[in-house]
């Protein structure tokens, strides 16, 4: 069941962002059509152990109640991560008095070198609403697999200048997953498509 | 294949490139945009514009830069090299998604500007990727850069917006 939900997840977001990619004129117009990726009838409930900036443990249970957004990425990531929680800021000002019942959780897919104290100092740049967790090597990937996330350290590329030791890249899954009070994935959300499309998913999760 | 500049040899070719565009304000685009080319070099005719670049935390490593390349000519440009003084080096990357959906960043030793068009660089595309940051990018500050085409240089000051800026206007 689980492989199944990761498997609609990781080809729909195929299906996206290629068709993102190929045509951007067409974004707004892909996005409404398809803001949230279609989930199964009984969806999954990921499980997952990590902490916050303060140590604090959060678990799939910490914010129940809430609907979660949860992306996983890394905060020496120079592009898509600070795209994709650009966009999340700009939906959690859009959704005004009802961002109250979203908690926007940043994963980091990079435990090495993201710290506590340097995953908070980074999403708050962002929003300071946005939370950063992170964990073990185990927890974090225990987490990603959960929602269906994949990563690697990006591998040297042939005839690219060594980077300093401590200096690498990662090559990272990159979707928004919705979460809804309960728990449940109910799918991914694209905020870099329709804002108006993922306002709507974020509200109707409850 | 980039080589690899020292962070001297950054400094050295953008101070000259600083002076230079102090001296003569060159500008034919917005009048901040368009700088000019390091001393000893051609100006290219590419127009750089609507440049900016999203401020990181202050021990980020990499950051990255986004434009507008314009090429005014009938032929195509390619730009080759970028070099900045707040960095080890530059790389121009495109984004690749693979079968699995995973996005990778790669590196491309040129980009090349269409005849009479335009090149965005832009968000989660093709971008101009900052490595080795001394002190990571400071919103309200500038990021001065130079850029190598096939005709000559152009170097640009870019201002650092928000870290969640989505481009050129925040």
Redesign the interface.
């Given at each position: 069941m689980r492989r199944g939900v990761i498997l609609l997840i990781?080809?729909f977001?195929?299906g996206l962002?290629?068709a993102l990619?190929a045509w951007?004129h067409h974004r707004p117009l892909l996005a409404a059509q398809t803001a949230v990726a279609p989930a199964e009838a009984a969806p999954a409930t990921p499980r997952f152990t990590l902490h916050d900036s303060a140590g604090q443990l959060v678990t799939q249970d910490t914010y129940r109640g809430r609907c979660e957004l949860v992306y996983f990425g890394y905060?020496?990531c120079?592009?898509?991560c600070?795209?994709e929680?650009?966009?999340q800021?700009?939906l959690l000002k859009a959704l005004g008095a009802d961002a109250a019942q979203v908690v926007p959780l940043f994963i980091t897919i990079d435990p090495e070198r993201d710290t506590p104290a340097?995953l908070a100092?980074?999403v708050t740049?962002?929003?300071p609403r946005i939370i950063g967790l992170t964990g073990s090597a185990d927890e974090v990937h225990a987490a990603a697999t959960a929602f269906g996330a994949?990563?690697q350290r990006?591998a040297p590329?042939p005839?690219?200048?060594a980077?300093?030791p401590g200096?690498y890249?990662m090559?990272?899954?990159?979707s928004t997953y919705l979460v809804d009070p309960q728990g449940r994935l109910v799918g991914t959300i694209d905020p870099?498509g329709s804002m108006p499309a993922a306002l709507a998913a974020v509200r109707s999760c409850r | 294949m980039i080589p690899r500049m020292t962070p001297r040899e950054c400094s050295c070719a953008t101070i000259l490139g600083a002076l230079l565009a102090l001296g003569l304000c060159l500008s034919p685009a917005s009048g901040q945009d368009q700088g000019s080319a390091p001393a000893g070099t051609a100006v290219s005719a590419v127009v750089v514009a609507r440049a900016w670049a999203r401020a990181t935390t202050s021990d980020a490593l990499s950051g990255a830069i986004y434009c507008e390349l314009r090429n005014p000519t009938a032929h195509d440009q390619a730009l080759r090299t970028a070099s900045a003084a707040v960095c080890d080096h530059c790389e121009l990357h495109v984004h690749r998604i693979d079968a699995q959906g995973v996005m990778h960043m790669s590196q491309v030793d040129h980009l090349t500007i269409p005849a009479a068009g335009t090149l965005l660089l832009q968000p989660g595309a093709i971008h101009l990727m900052l490595l080795g940051l001394a002190h990571g990018l400071t919103q309200g500050q500038s990021v001065r850069v130079v850029l190598r085409f096939d005709d000559g240089t152009v170097t640009v000051v870019v201002p650092i917006l928000a870290a969640g800026a989505m481009g050129p206007d925040g």
């Amino acid at each position: 069941m689980r492989r199944g939900v990761i498997l609609l997840i990781v080809l729909f977001d195929i299906g996206l962002v290629a068709a993102l990619v190929a045509w951007p004129h067409h974004r707004p117009l892909l996005a409404a059509q398809t803001a949230v990726a279609p989930a199964e009838a009984a969806p999954a409930t990921p499980r997952f152990t990590l902490h916050d900036s303060a140590g604090q443990l959060v678990t799939q249970d910490t914010y129940r109640g809430r609907c979660e957004l949860v992306y996983f990425g890394y905060s020496f990531c120079p592009d898509i991560c600070p795209t994709e929680l650009g966009y999340q800021a700009r939906l959690l000002k859009a959704l005004g008095a009802d961002a109250a019942q979203v908690v926007p959780l940043f994963i980091t897919i990079d435990p090495e070198r993201d710290t506590p104290a340097h995953l908070a100092a980074y999403v708050t740049l962002f929003d300071p609403r946005i939370i950063g967790l992170t964990g073990s090597a185990d927890e974090v990937h225990a987490a990603a697999t959960a929602f269906g996330a994949w990563y690697q350290r990006a591998a040297p590329e042939p005839g690219r200048p060594a980077l300093p030791p401590g200096q690498y890249l990662m090559d990272h899954t990159s979707s928004t997953y919705l979460v809804d009070p309960q728990g449940r994935l109910v799918g991914t959300i694209d905020p870099q498509g329709s804002m108006p499309a993922a306002l709507a998913a974020v509200r109707s999760c409850r | 294949m980039i080589p690899r500049m020292t962070p001297r040899e950054c400094s050295c070719a953008t101070i000259l490139g600083a002076l230079l565009a102090l001296g003569l304000c060159l500008s034919p685009a917005s009048g901040q945009d368009q700088g000019s080319a390091p001393a000893g070099t051609a100006v290219s005719a590419v127009v750089v514009a609507r440049a900016w670049a999203r401020a990181t935390t202050s021990d980020a490593l990499s950051g990255a830069i986004y434009c507008e390349l314009r090429n005014p000519t009938a032929h195509d440009q390619a730009l080759r090299t970028a070099s900045a003084a707040v960095c080890d080096h530059c790389e121009l990357h495109v984004h690749r998604i693979d079968a699995q959906g995973v996005m990778h960043m790669s590196q491309v030793d040129h980009l090349t500007i269409p005849a009479a068009g335009t090149l965005l660089l832009q968000p989660g595309a093709i971008h101009l990727m900052l490595l080795g940051l001394a002190h990571g990018l400071t919103q309200g500050q500038s990021v001065r850069v130079v850029l190598r085409f096939d005709d000559g240089t152009v170097t640009v000051v870019v201002p650092i917006l928000a870290a969640g800026a989505m481009g050129p206007d925040g």
